[in-house]
Nanobody, 115 residues
Framework: QVQLVESGGGVVPPGGSLRLSCTAS????????MYWVRQVPGKELEWVSS????????EYADRVKGRFTVSRDNAKNMVYLEMNNLEPEDTARYFC????????RGRGTQVTVFS
């Protein structure tokens, strides 16, 4: 079955950096675009970033553009999210997903930007 396992979250001060990782299994990874979405308790899932099958295309939500970088390694079935210059508004649970809306996603990793 499809498994997505995120790691790398933590507590950082404003301006700090984190690198999230996601290990995928149970499907042909290089045939899918991959996504990062995030959620604050009580709010809907928010799309953060997308990366195409060959990494030729990446997309970012306006709120993270210029600060976050998505990448993938198809040989390792992994996708990453490099997050720099973090802001308190980035505090959320971050999920690796196989679709833009997060319908197929992992359990997530918590990112807290402590001001």
């Amino acid at each position: 079955q499809v498994q997505l396992v995120e790691s790398g979250g933590g507590v950082v001060p404003p301006g700090g950096s984190l690198r999230l990782s996601c290990t995928a299994s149970g499907f042909t990874f290089d045939q899918y675009w991959m996504y990062w979405v995030r959620q604050v308790p009580g709010k809907e899932l928010e799309w953060v970033s997308s990366i195409s099958r060959t990494s030729s295309m990446t997309e970012y939500a306006d709120r993270v553009k210029g600060r976050f970088t998505v990448s993938r390694d198809n040989a390792k079935n992994m996708v990453y999210l490099e997050m720099n210059n973090l802001e308190p508004e980035d505090t959320a649970r971050y999920f690796c997903a196989r679709d833009r809306y997060g319908n197929v996603r992992g359990r997530g990793t918590q990112v807290t930007v402590f001001s």
